[in-house]
């Protein structure tokens, strides 16, 4: 993962958003580019909302200032690597075979596995550019919740 950024787009309307995610549209490669992330519920629309508190306003900061120092090259662990490995081929198992359309999406949810270990390692403060299995886990957890629920969603 060579000098990552983070990239916003925000402002579709989940009309569209399902438009665009139909169950066919897996292995075009438009999830594998987005990390898409939706409030639980409806946020009250004020028209003067009350001004952040500067502690919450600082946090971003810090937030946002950490990613922004993020320069280099990542790398995986060997222990992450023997999990992945694991992982990769239990969830090729899963899919049913080895034919394109499985390969199609098992690149795409594995492109998620590294993309979210790798928030999740600047989002915790690990010290280092080196990926441990303890943002693995985590990140396999939610692909494979994520695929759980488009399958539920396709039949």
């Not at 009309?15 to 139909?22: A, E, F």
């Not at 200032?65 to 081929?89: A, C, D, H, P």
């Not at 969830?91 to 049913?96: D, H, V």
């Amino acid at each position: 993962l060579k000098n990552p950024f983070l990239n916003i787009a925000s402002g579709c309307v989940p009309q569209w958003v399902s438009g665009v995610l139909s169950p066919k549209s897996g292995p075009t490669g438009f999830l594998q580019r987005h990390l898409i992330v939706s409030p639980l519920d409806k946020p009250n629309l004020d028209p003067c909302p009350t001004p952040l508190a500067d502690s919450l306003i600082q946090d971003l900061h810090n937030d946002l200032n950490r990613i922004r120092m993020v320069k280099g090259e990542f790398g995986l662990s060997q222990s992450y690597r023997e999990e992945y490995t694991v992982w990769y081929e239990k969830f090729l198992s899963s899919l049913g075979g080895k034919d394109d359309s499985a390969y199609s999406i098992l690149t795409r949810y594995a492109d998620y596995v590294l993309k979210l270990s790798l928030i999740d390692h600047i989002a915790s403060e690990n010290i280092g550019y080196e990926l441990g299995p303890e943002v693995l886990r985590p990140a396999c957890t939610v692909v494979e919740d994520a695929w759980s629920g488009i399958k539920a969603c396709q039949k």
